[in-house]
């Protein structure tokens, strides 16, 4: 299993934000965080001393920041269950404009799912070819069966366990009206997440047909509902986020601009049992929540202590 601690080497260092000289054998754990106005809105321009990061309840220096942009990893993740078959040209429409938001250097797989998922193409950096995967391999596939959210989602984040950690940004960008069933405790599919050092981001497509049909069915027999799951919890520990698409083309676009535009936080792995989980919570310093007293931080909630940790090298 692959840890969220980062192995750094002198020449990532180097590059950093921050000039900062490591000791020799420093692993440091990773966070990304945004910060939302009260009106939803990302917001920007803040520093490495705006940040405070606790592990289990204690604080800890943060010894690398980065507020640039960084290239994406990207998992595009589509529902392709009978649930969805309504709205395959809005999806159609959000995809093309939200592959906008992509840049060179961005690798993008593109995975599909209903009752199981797969994968249709995997990571590239042609973007054209991306497009065209999108138009010609998934919006033209038969949409039925059912949707195993939460496996799916699982499957993503083991998919990046094969690739090299580099220093892209890893996320999951699913695709979905978000009316799943229940097939996996949450806790776990977090967790795999966590040690795959990736966000789960949603855009919730809206079905106005099938919600009626499922509110018509949770009164008749509201027992169902305890089967429904979606991926809000999943995103929300995982420090990623989801939207529901008014307009699918912006909001697919937005969800893009979120996953890129984020903080990196680094700080030093505490001594730990290996395969421990360990909390996270990431705050805004006094002097910035003065400044923006109704910010909201968002950022994963834990991680899972490697069994062996490497160590960076001395930047000396």
Known sequence: MRPIVAILCAAALACAQDPV??????????????????????????????????????????????????????????????????????VADAARQGLRQLQAGDRVCVMVFNSRSREVAPF??????????????????????????????????MRFRREPHTERR???????????????????VVDEFWESDAILSGLIVRNPAFQAIRTVGIILA?????????MKGIAEKTGGDSLTANDPGAAFQEAMRRIRTRYSLYYALPEA???????????????????????????????????AAKSAPSSR
Request: aromatic share 6%.
């Open 21 to 90: 000289t490591f000791r020799t054998g420093v692993s440091l754990v990773h966070v990304d965080a945004e910060v939302l106005g009260q009106d939803g809105r990302l917001l920007t321009g803040f520093h490495k001393e705006d940040f405070r990061v606790f592990d289990e309840r204690k604080e800890q220096p943060i010894l690398q920041f980065a507020a640039e942009e960084q290239p994406l990893d990207l998992i595009l993740l589509f529902d392709i269950s009978g649930s969805m078959r309504g709205v395959v040209q809005e």
């Open 124 to 157: 590239t950096e042609d973007l054209d070819a991306v497009d065209r995967t999108i138009q010609d391999d998934v919006l033209g596939l038969d949409f039925g069966g059912g949707t195993l959210i939460q496996s799916a989602v699982s499957d993503a984040a």
């Open 170 to 188: 890893r996320a999951v960008l699913i695709i979905t009206d978000n009316m799943g069933t229940r097939t996996r405790r949450e806790e776990s």
């Open 222 to 230: 509201p027992q169902n509902l305890a089967m429904q799951a979606g």
């Open 273 to 307: 049992k290996p395969g421990a989980t360990r909390s996270i919570r990431v705050d805004l310093a006094p002097d910035a929540a003065r400044r923006f007293p109704k910010a909201r931080l968002r950022a994963r909630t834990g991680y899972v202590v490697p069994n």
